[in-house]
């Protein structure tokens, strides 16, 4: 109880209006979010469901003087979100509305859900405040509501191209709400249809930037929210920069600059321009020290020969200095993992054909062979210039 109390004065509260229920003359149903710091979310466990019911059993009395509609508590974490999407310069482009747009024609996607056309755009717009293109009504509301409900005389895809609503030329702000209420648990409350359809989604927007990631759950059932994607491993980009700079390799930066543009958008190029960026690495050091090599040399051969070449694994650790094993160990792991990388773009990078039902990986695994080349390429130039220097 004492938790709870603590829980409920520190927590930043928030009401959203999560479902509707006929029974009784209609009850409207609300969820009362109490978000905490993300780190504080992360150590309640299994804890939290306990403090919910325990706050909920205390603040039912409260509420039941008031109101007869429902009310829960849901302990989440607060999360930033980037409001101004419009000043971040990151817009969705026509093309990739148009293809989201065709892809829910083409599998039948209801865009409104278990709500009808009128209940759903007005979680996004105010109606009452569009023009009506009917003359017999005054606002978009009413002329909606005639076509769509009363008579259904209108297309169901016709919102894509209503100029009043304007998704396709309009803000990206309100392309991505409308989405993200696409796959919202009151108007899609079956939870691996609405995820199906999220991921479907990010495959086109993440070619410009954006990605609907999930926020927090209702009901057990994810609510999305859009997040403008930010090339993830920065400091690694800026570590390779450094490498780069510091070996005077012009063709490095401009591998660099690939896979800046390609870890979200293209997975695979990144993972094959990642291996080319270690084989550039090596060859450049190489040049440096005047040891010439085979041009048809792969990857393996080239690390092998730059290991030997600055004594990557120095072979005078005395066996009996602490943890003189497990040194060696890591740096063999380390030249190790250039055949990994040269054998993960040999089956997933870009460079070579696939059939037609091949799969690629995601960013994630992207952004782990990255950061794998750039952990070796500027321990070798770091050992280089000692090497060089002394």
């Not at 849901?74 to 930033?80: C, E, H, N, S």
């Not at 660099?256 to 958008?265: G, H, K, M, P, Y």
């Not at 890591?330 to 040269?342: C, D, F, H, K, S």
Request: glycine share 8%; charged share 30%; aromatic share 8%.
């Amino acid at each position: 109880m004492v938790e709870a109390a603590d829980l409920l004065r520190r927590a930043e509260p928030s009401v959203e209006e999560t479902g509707y229920d006929n029974w009784n003359g209609g009850t409207t149903v609300y969820t009362i979010y109490l978000r905490i710091d993300a780190s504080a979310f992360a150590v309640l466990g299994k804890r939290r469901e306990a403090l919910e019911t325990q706050i909920n059993k205390r603040l039912k009395p409260i509420f039941e003087q008031r109101t007869g509609d429902w009310y829960s508590v849901v302990v989440a974490p607060k999360i930033k979100i980037q409001r101004n999407w419009r000043g971040s310069g990151g817009e969705v482009s026509e093309a990739c509305r148009r293809n989201i747009f065709d892809g829910m024609k083409i599998d039948g996607v209801a865009w409104y859900g278990r709500l009808n056309d009128v209940e759903f755009l007005q979680r996004i717009f105010d109606l009452d405040a569009l023009p009506s293109s009917d003359s017999r009504f005054e606002t978009a509301a009413g002329d909606i509501w005639q076509h769509r409900i009363n008579n259904d005389d209108m297309p169901d895809d016709w919102v894509y191209s209503d100029k009043r609503v304007n998704l396709l030329h309009g803000s990206t702000e309100n392309f991505l709400k409308f989405l993200c209420e696409t796959v919202h648990p009151v108007v899609r409350p079956d939870r691996d249809e609405s995820i199906k359809l999220s991921r479907q989604y990010n495959d086109q927007l993440r070619l410009d930037g954006w990605m609907l990631v999930e926020q927090e759950l209702i009901a057990g059932r994810p609510r999305f929210v859009p997040q403008r994607l930010q090339m993830s491993g920065g400091r690694s980009m800026s570590r390779a920069k450094s490498v780069a700079d510091a070996l005077n390799a012009g063709w490095m930066q401009k591998e660099i600059q690939r896979l800046e543009n390609a870890v979200e958008r293209d997975p695979a190029l990144a993972i094959g321009t990642a291996k080319d960026l270690v084989e550039t690495c090596c060859k450049s050091i190489l040049a440096l020290r005047g040891v010439t090599h085979s041009p048809k040399a792969d990857l393996p051969e080239l690390t092998k020969l730059l290991s030997r070449e600055l004594r990557l694994v120095p072979e005078d650790i005395p066996n009996a200095a602490k943890g003189a094993e497990t040194i060696k160990l890591i740096l063999r792991n380390l030249t190790a993992q250039t055949q990994y990388l040269a054998e993960l773009r040999g089956l997933y990078g870009s460079g070579h054909g696939r059939d037609g039902k091949y799969r690629g990986l995601e960013p994630r695994h992207a952004r782990l062979a990255v950061a794998s080349a750039v952990a070796f390429i500027d321990f070798v130039t770091e050992t280089y210039q000692q090497r060089h220097g002394a």
